[in-house]
């Protein structure tokens, strides 16, 4: 009883943004879950990608345990020591000079923009404010963010928009040379669209984004919210694409589910957030930079790194097993473990209806618009743990055909 009752006043108390699942999680511990009937259910989700260690794991909470009896919050007034370790260790694993800390994928994007608007700004002057991006990207939801991202209806009626921004067709190299002038800024990509369908970059097209940025002085920004910390068998996935950026924005994974996001850059081009220019209250707190130090630790290790690839090859291999049995995918895509399986037949833009389907077979996963089942299970998922799930998404899809 009180299980339904929660689940209604959510309706009733909260903005109807969100249409959550009937059940009503209650406890984890790795990729299960349990709801309010202690029931189990496989979690192929991570809360969209970010309990990348799984629920509840023991090593991230004993670290919160002991930083919370020691500090909470300083503000930025202050730094403190998990803060300055956390710097050290992205600094030392990718290649950034300076990290910028926030609690969001859409803060992190909206300093990386500013400081591109800025950078070019100080350099040559205010002409040089366009930003180019793609069509289907996805880069948060703060008016700046969600303008540079590339869904329309994210954006209707929120406007008077920020200025100055152009949308590209993703992976075209042609578009790209077109649109790019000595007025551009910044272009922002997203390695793998994760909202936008699962679909990656090709090499040739960061490669032809990377050169045009540096012929016109723009800032290559890329979003690896998603993609990063280790989420593509890789600590961030331009480290197999054979690309820098300028900037680099991480969120989602980085604190395995407490909230924290950083945006990387150079030396060079930190210096255009000069003292005053930005801010954030919670930015570098230090529960979530003790948090987001472990996860690193732990994630950075090239044993587990491969661990995510072998994983990686086993959900792709059991997808197109399952598709083939049932005739459901006409496409399997992604890296690591952020992979796509594109509906087809009678499944055909049935992706919502199958994510709630799951929950009556004890699965959890995700969508990536219509016509796309998203999986981004948490790295640390084991071969079995991964069999068992897949039973349970084969009788769900099983159970949809037959009902269709
Ligand atoms: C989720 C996401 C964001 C936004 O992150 P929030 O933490 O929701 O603000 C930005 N970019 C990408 C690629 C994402 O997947």
Known sequence: MTSLSTRQQHDTLMTPNYAPAQIVPVRGEGVKVWDQNDRLFWDLTSGIAVTALGHAHPALVETLTEQAKKLWHVSGWFTSEPLVKLAETLTELTFAERVFFCNSGAEANEAALKLARRYASDKVGSNKHRILSTVNAFHGRTLFTVTVGGTEKYKQGFGPLPEGITHLPFNDIAALEAAFDENVCAFIVEPIQGEGGVRSATPEYLAAARKLCTQYDALFILDEVQSGVGRTGTLYNYMQKGITPDILTSAKGLGGGFPIAAMLTTEKLAQTLALGTHGTTYGGNPLACAVGKKVLDIISAPVFLSQVK?????????????????????????????????????????????????EEHNILF????????RFAPALIISETELDQALVCLKSTLEAAIAAA
Do not use: D, W, Y
Not at 314 to 339: A, M, V, Y
């Open 310 to 358: 072998e994983r990686s090859e086993q959900l792709k291999e059991q997808l197109h097993t399952i598709g083939k049995e049932l005739n459901c995918f006409s496409e399997i895509r992604g890296e690591g473990l952020l992979i796509g399986a594109e509906l087809k037949g009678s499944l055909q833009e049935q992706a919502l209806q199958l994510m709630r389907r799951g």
């Open 366 to 373: 995700l969508m990536a618009g219509p016509n796309v089942l």
